[in-house]
């Protein structure tokens, strides 16, 4: 067993900076999901730690020892790509066994064995060309994993493959992985991959890591406003307010409304904040009360579990809801009233965007 870690690493192309001071550790038998936008710099990230670039500053350990300078084959990697990679000239079997540095009884026994964990075994004596996507998937998973590397690198691997195959391998992935020692490192760029297969998310952003942090810490507490919109679909609603605090509370007026935003632990933040509230945490109702913001609903879009209401406030803005399917929701252009408990308000710093403060669902938690 051997634990990855990455100190400091950086690395430039010219003046783009795909990687500036990263420092992260993975532990053996841990998943990290290092997730982020198209162009932050993950699988940079990944070439660096299989040996295919060299980190500019910072150092990579595996079990305690720098790779930095080693050849690919001697840092005890394994790595699957998001466009399968395989040999075209070889069959499944001649793909999976190619990494290996064994007798043939040897490489047959646990080709075999690895064949039948990922249910390819069928299909072992074809060409990659007459493999389904999943099947080449499960192959290059296969060919990753049968050498029991140290480090298993997954450069996001699901992202080729259909949508009920890919649905299917969130819930078989973690559970398959698990049965080993590795440390993974699994890239993605979709955050709902992300949260159903990692103990940990990485959140990476122009070549930066933002927050570390469990798939549950990061949905609900998000370190910035720019986490926050990239978790959760419909992504969060975000207001301009002015938060005040007065006999214990804090509060601000949203489009015309004054809202509770929880206890005021000292001072009001100062400034102008952002607001974040989730679709799924806003109540809406034909009935006024106090703590209400009248809208109107300008669209509803049915999406099965969820019914997503697209609003326009009192002031203009326009805010989305996600509502159970049964529950009322009324029809385009009825006036409404939205509402939503402090506990689900979360506050980011306007300039920074940075959040404020501890959410009062994460103390309670």
Same mark, same amino acid.
């Not at 997503?308 to 252009?333: F, H, I, K, N, Y």
């Given at each position: 067993?051997?634990?990855?870690?990455?100190?400091?690493?950086?690395?430039?192309?010219?003046?783009?900076?795909?990687?500036?001071?990263?420092?992260?550790?993975?532990?053996?038998?841990?998943?990290?999901?290092?997730?982020?936008?198209?162009?932050?710099?993950?699988?940079?990230?990944?070439?660096?730690?299989?040996?295919?670039?060299?980190?500019?500053?910072?150092?990579?350990?595996?079990?305690?020892?720098?790779?930095?300078?080693?050849?690919?084959?001697?840092?005890?990697?394994?790595?699957?790509?998001?466009?399968?990679?395989?040999?075209?000239?070889?069959?499944?079997?001649?793909?999976?066994?190619?990494?290996?540095?064994?007798?043939?009884?040897?490489?047959?026994?646990?080709?075999?064995?690895?064949?039948?964990?990922?249910?390819?075994?069928?299909?072992?004596?074809?060409?990659?060309?007459?493999?389904?996507?999943?099947?080449?998937?499960?192959?290059?998973?296969?060919?990753?994993?049968?050498?029991?590397?140290?480090?298993?690198?997954?450069?996001?691997?699901?992202?080729?493959?259909?949508?009920?195959?890919?649905?299917?391998?969130?819930?078989?992935?973690?559970?398959?992985?698990?049965?080993?020692?590795?440390?993974?490192?699994?890239?993605?760029?979709?955050?709902?991959?992300?949260?159903?297969?990692?103990?940990?998310?990485?959140?990476?952003?122009?070549?930066?890591?933002?927050?570390?942090?469990?798939?549950?810490?990061?949905?609900?507490?998000?370190?910035?406003?720019?986490?926050?919109?990239?978790?959760? *679909?419909? $992504?969060?609603? #975000? @207001?301009?307010?002015? /938060?005040? &605090?007065?006999? !214990?509370?804090?509060?601000?007026? =949203?489009?015309?409304?004054?809202?509770?935003?929880?206890?005021?632990?000292?001072?009001?933040?100062?400034?102008?904040?952002?607001?974040?509230?989730?679709?799924?945490?806003?109540?809406?109702?034909?009935?006024?009360?106090?703590?209400?913001?009248?809208?109107?609903?300008?669209?509803?879009?049915?999406?099965?579990?969820?019914?997503?209401?697209?609003?326009?406030?009192? *002031?203009? $803005?326009?805010? #989305? @809801?996600?509502?159970? /399917?049964? &529950?009322?929701? !009324?029809?385009?252009?009825?006036? =409404?009233?939205?509402?939503?408990?402090?506990?689900?308000?979360?506050?980011?710093?306007?300039?920074?965007?940075?959040?404020?403060?501890?959410?009062?669902?994460?103390?309670?938690?």
């Amino acid at each position: 067993m051997a634990r990855l870690e990455i100190n400091a690493v950086s690395k430039a192309f010219g003046a783009a900076r795909p990687a500036d001071g990263l420092s992260l550790a993975v532990e053996p038998g841990e998943i990290v999901a290092v997730f982020g936008p198209s162009g932050s710099g993950k699988t940079v990230l990944l070439r660096m730690i299989a040996g295919m670039f060299e980190p500019d500053d910072g150092d990579i350990l595996i079990g305690r020892r720098s790779v930095v300078g080693a050849p690919p084959e001697r840092r005890g990697i394994g790595m699957a790509f998001q466009n399968f990679a395989l040999f075209p000239h070889m069959t499944a079997r001649d793909n999976i066994a190619s990494g290996l540095r064994a007798s043939g009884n040897e490489v047959a026994s646990r080709v075999a064995a690895i064949s039948k964990l990922l249910k390819i075994e069928h299909v072992l004596g074809h060409a990659p060309r007459e493999l389904s996507n999943g099947q080449k998937q499960r192959t290059a998973l296969a060919r990753a994993l049968i050498g029991n590397p140290d480090v298993l690198l997954l450069d996001d691997p699901l992202r080729n493959v259909d949508a009920k195959l890919r649905y299917e391998m969130r819930l078989e992935l973690p559970n398959l992985l698990r049965r080993g020692t590795a440390a993974v490192l699994y890239v993605t760029q979709d955050y709902r991959e992300a949260m159903a297969i990692a103990d940990r998310i990485a959140v990476l952003i122009d070549g930066r890591l933002a927050q570390v942090a469990t798939p549950a810490d990061i949905y609900a507490q998000p370190a910035s406003v720019a986490i926050a919109r990239l978790f959760g *679909d419909p $992504t969060i609603n #975000l @207001a301009e307010v002015s /938060p005040v &605090a007065e006999h !214990g509370v804090l509060s601000a007026d =949203v489009a015309g409304a004054r809202m509770r935003l929880g206890a005021a632990d000292g001072a009001a933040p100062a400034g102008a904040c952002w607001l974040g509230v989730r679709p799924e945490d806003l109540a809406v109702s034909s009935a006024s009360s106090d703590g209400a913001i009248a809208a109107r609903i300008l669209a509803i879009t049915p999406m099965h579990e969820k019914a997503v209401l697209l609003l326009r406030l009192a *002031d203009g $803005t326009e805010w #989305l @809801a996600a509502l159970p /399917p049964d &529950a009322p929701q !009324g029809a385009a252009d009825d006036s =409404v009233f939205v509402r939503f408990t402090p506990d689900a308000a979360m506050l980011f710093d306007r300039a920074t965007g940075l959040r404020i403060g501890a959410s009062p669902r994460l103390k309670a938690a």
